[in-house]
């Protein structure tokens, strides 16, 4: 069963495409860490330590998340040419199957 995200997960995951959130920064954000949490649990957000300091931890888009919001994984999105595809209307997790070619 697919899952629909809500404004605040569609808004924390734009965020995590912008860059890494740090934990303790989500207070000055649009969204608690609520929205963060859920993408994480659905896979579409990691935690991970700063690249700069390893005991300083933060939210960041996981693969899925990309494939989430265009269908394409990151590495996917950069071997395109310069225009990227658009985001698709409706975000949801798992992706919708594509309806199958009949074989005739």
């Known amino acids: 069963m697919s899952h629909i995200l809500n404004?605040?997960?569609?808004?924390?995951?734009?965020?995590?495409?912008?860059?890494w959130i740090a934990t303790n920064a989500v207070s000055g954000l649009r969204f608690s860490r609520r929205p963060l949490e859920s993408l994480r649990t659905m896979g579409l957000a990691i935690v991970t330590p700063s690249g700069r300091n390893d005991r300083q931890f933060g939210y960041a888009i996981a693969a899925d998340g990309w494939r989430c919001i265009y269908g394409f994984t990151r590495e996917q999105l950069d071997s395109f040419p310069d225009t990227a595809p658009a985001p698709f209307r409706?975000?949801?997790w798992p992706l919708a199957e594509l309806p199958r070619a009949s074989a005739a």
């Open 7 to 19: 404004p605040l997960e569609r808004s924390a995951l734009t965020a995590l495409r912008d860059g």
């Open 90 to 92: 409706v975000w949801q």
